[in-house]
Each structure stands twice: as C-alpha cells, then as structure tokens.
C-alpha cells in the first residue's frame, strides 16, 4: 500500500478502516503512523480471517491532536517529509541512531494493546499448569521424593510466576 492511498483515505471523515490482506499486514504501522500524525487513534484492531487484518481508526477532536494534524498539514504543503524524526538526546553524538515515528507507532500500538488486554491470557495459562502439577504431586503422593521433586521444580516456580507475569508485562 503506497503512502498516496493511505493518505486519500485520511480526509477528515470520522471513521476510517483499511483491510489488510496477506503481504500488506506488514504495512500496518506505517498506517498507524500516518493516521496518528492526522489526529486519528487506532480504536481496533480485528482479524477477520487467519491471513486478513482490520485496523479501525476515529477521529480525535481534541485540541492538541487537531494542532499536530494542521502542522502534519503544513509541513506537507512545505516539501517536507511525511513523518518527522527525532534524534535522542544523548552526552555523545552519534551514539545513539534517530527516532522514526514507525518505530513511536509500533511502541504505541504495543501499549494499547497491553492496557486493553494485559498478561491475563499467558497468567491464566501459567496457572493452570502450575494447577495442573500440584494434581500430579497429589497423584504421586506414594512416592514422596517424586512428588517433592514435582512441585519444588515445576508446580511452586509456576504458581509464583503466574503471580508475577502481570507485573513484569507491565513493567515491561
């Protein structure tokens, strides 16, 4: 998908969607990017099929958003690029590569993502194997070193890290 057809589609109408078949999934944060810097937020994400993605964005109305797409606007009108860069500000030049806004893109569509969905899914599954291996300790309760062995190698380690996965997710 060329940068001309995805902005076409960002015209100032209050809902656009774009329906990704195969290859063109790849293009998906640079259609993020492009449509956050013209004051639409991506409101889903949807897989229609197993090869087909749907990205569902809304217009933002909000002040400062409306003044980013303006200036997206006039830096366009200017011959300016599409998307701005950002060096990190670092002690020592060159150390340190530019900022692109696909990368700011993928980072934001990650934490969207994150807040809408959190680690429950990977939390509940690390759980019930942890669940799933105390049963297999209480099975083997005849043999006690075996079923010692059992839960200090897998089902205590499980329990406490089903406990602690929303944490690092989020800290992460």
């Known amino acids: 998908m ?14 656009v969607e774009f329906l990704l078949g195969g290859l063109e999934g790849r293009h998906s944060d ?7 810097e013209f004051g639409y ?14 990205l569902v964005f809304v217009r933002n109305d909000s002040p400062p958003v ?26 020592r030049p060159g150390t340190t590569r530019p900022v692109t806004a696909e990368e ?6 990650g934490v969207t993502t994150y807040e809408a969905n959190g680690a429950k899914k990977f ?5 019930l194997l942890s669940a799933g291996c105390f049963a297999v ?11 010692l062995a059992v839960l200090v190698v897998f089902a205590v380690p499980l329990a406490v890290t089903a ?10």
Do not use: C, H, N, Y
Not at 68 to 90: E, Y
Not at 137 to 147: I, K, M, S
Not at 163 to 172: A, D, E, F, G, T
């Open 41 to 54: 937020d991506l409101q889903a994400t949807e897989m229609p099929s197993k090869s087909t993605v749907r």
């Open 104 to 109: 700011l893109s993928s980072a934001r569509r």
């Open 66 to 91: 409306r003044q980013r797409a303006r200036q997206t606007q006039q830096r366009l009108r200017a011959g300016g690029p599409l998307l701005p860069t950002w060096d990190a500000p670092t002690a």
């Open 137 to 147: 300790a209480g099975v083997l309760r005849d043999r006690p070193g075996v079923a």
């Open 2 to 15: 060329k940068d001309p057809e995805i902005l076409s589609r960002f015209d100032g109408r209050g809902r």
């Open 30 to 36: 640079r259609i993020s990017t492009i449509g956050f």
């Open 163 to 172: 406990v602690l996965i929303p944490r690092w997710m989020k800290r992460w």
């Open 123 to 127: 939390a509940l599954f690390v759980a």
